[in-house]
């Protein structure tokens, strides 16, 4: 049986923002501020390391009882029982992912186009991240996306919309007016000297400007 999905706080990870910091406390500090969803991506690690810490993040998301995805590793998901594997247009096909994941393993793909939504929605996706919305420095973006398209996006779909890219509380008010279902923020949490604080700031504007 799935998990429930509450989309509206969607951590993704990114250890280069911690400063020296300890990476499991600032997770923790953060899901205890309200985040709603985590996801493990780490770009520059090996393969070891990425399953050793997707296991110390798997016994720390169920303890809190957050669902936890794994980016684009569908053997890493497997191998450390997540919640979720979130896959973008460059990896596994959806449908395969959809095919290898257990029942009950979610699935998120991203999408930047009403077609591409559309067609992972189909191939059995659970949630679409969809993004960057704003300039970011986490990933190299030629082109943002447009609001216009972000609103056509969830209209298109019925699974929960994340936006992704620049988020902080004091910009995602038009997004939430898109009738998303919630953010996924990346450095205005793990860069927070107080990620725990910057949660619980970011899930009140969301809860603020959510459309119902």
């Known amino acids: 049986m799935s998990v429930a999905i509450d989309s509206r706080l969607y951590l993704v990870t990114d250890r280069s ?7 499991l406390g600032v ?3 953060a899901i205890r501020g309200g985040v709603t969803m985590l996801q493990l991506r780490e770009k520059d690690c090996s393969s070891r390391e990425f399953y050793e810490l997707g296991l110390a ?9 957050v669902p936890f995805w794994i980016n ?9 029982g997540a919640d979720g594997l979130h896959i973008g247009q460059s990896d596994l096909p959806a449908a395969v992912a959809k095919k290898l994941l257990p029942p009950g393993m ?3 793909v991203s999408a930047k186009t009403v077609e591409q939504a559309i067609a992972a929605e189909q191939a059995g996706a659970d949630c679409l991240g969809s993004g960057a919305v704003y300039p970011t420095t986490t990933k190299v973006i030629t082109r943002t996306l447009a609001l216009d398209e972000l609103r056509r ?6 699974i929960p919309v994340v936006a992704i890219g620049g988020i902080t509380a004091d910009n ?3 997004l939430m007016a898109c009738g998303i279902d919630g ?3 990346v450095s205005a949490i793990m860069a927070s000297p107080q990620p725990g604080a910057a949660a619980r700031t970011i899930l009140a504007a969301v809860d603020r400007h959510r459309q119902f």
């Open 106 to 108: 979610l699935l998120g």
């Open 183 to 185: 953010v996924a923020v």
């Open 27 to 29: 997770v923790e500090d």
């Open 17 to 23: 923002r911690l400063d020296g910091r300890d990476f």
């Open 72 to 80: 684009d590793r569908l053997d890493i998901a497997l191998a450390v």
């Open 172 to 174: 995602l008010a038009p």
């Open 57 to 65: 993040l798997r016994e720390l998301t169920r303890r809190y009882r």
């Open 153 to 158: 996006i969830k209209a298109a779909v019925k």
